[in-house]
């Protein structure tokens, strides 16, 4: 990866529909170099997919997660992170082994996802964190 990926990458993590015709135009090079350089970058992996994020008006939250030792992390995490209300589950490393950042349309449902996530036989501790701010 070079600059100008490290440039494309910005534009797009701003907007993933952003027209690679204006991609192009604000970084001074072709379309076709646009457009052929995205797809280099999804055939390596670095763009693993397009998405969406909402404006939500619900309650966000991160919550830390802690396995039991010798517990697969990636087994934890794939099961959460196909529940309603999850929007990203990171595995880390520090005090917690999961993070998950979830968007609740209210309180008692965040209550209920923290709950579930302590209900699995692998967790040994939750800890949450309310989202005040986001920028």
Known sequence: ??????KILAILRDNAREPFVLIAKQLGTSEG???????????QGVIKRFTVTTA?????A????????G???SDVSETVRK???????????????IVV????????????????I????????TGSRLVLKEY
Not at 83 to 97: A, L
């Open 1 to 6: 990866m070079d600059a100008l990926d490290e």
């Open 33 to 43: 170099t646009i457009r052929a350089r995205v797809k280099k970058l999804q055939q």
């Open 56 to 60: 939500g008006k619900g309650v966000k």
């Open 62 to 69: 991160l919550i830390e997660v802690k396995v039991e030792t």
């Open 71 to 73: 517990v697969h992390t």
């Open 83 to 97: 529940w309603s209300g999850v929007e990203h589950v990171w595995e880390v490393s520090g005090e917690h082994d």
């Open 101 to 116: 950042l979830v968007n609740c349309p209210s309180t008692d449902l965040l209550n209920d996802l923290v709950e579930r």
């Open 118 to 125: 302590r209900g699995l036989k692998e967790v040994q501790a």
